[in-house]
Nanobody, 121 residues
């Protein structure tokens, strides 16, 4: 059983930065693809960034390209999301997820409890 705990959320002014962390336990993180998702009130869940299990290939939503960076540290069983130049529309609950493949993150992955990010204008 994999357990994921997100941290690093908070309130920040527009233009600021935050770094989210997702620490895992129960399995070896190097076995998994990882991703960050977010959901704002009244909106559907959105895939923000993903990183593959092999090769560490990253992909980003168009809305965050150039501003967010996903990084994994297999030695620490942790995945990070560095968020720069934050905008009010980035306000959401952010979730991390892990799965065997990027394609199965939403359908067959393990999820954390989420961390709130609020960007004030």
């Amino acid at each position: 059983q994999v357990q994921l705990v997100e941290s690093g959320g908070g309130v920040v002014q527009a233009g600021g930065s935050l770094r989210l962390s997702c620490a895992g336990s129960g399995r070896t993180f190097s076995d998994y693809a990882m991703g960050w998702f977010r959901q704002a009130p009244g909106k559907e869940r959105e895939r923000v960034a993903t990183i593959t299990r092999i090769g560490g290939v990253t992909e980003y939503a168009d809305s965050v390209k150039g501003r967010f960076t996903i990084r994994r540290d297999n030695a620490k069983d942790t995945v990070y999301l560095q968020m720069n130049s934050l905008k009010p529309e980035d306000t959401a609950v952010y979730y991390c997820a892990v799965s065997n493949f990027v394609a199965t993150l939403t359908s067959g992955g393990y999820w954390g409890q989420g961390t709130q990010v609020t960007v004030s204008s």
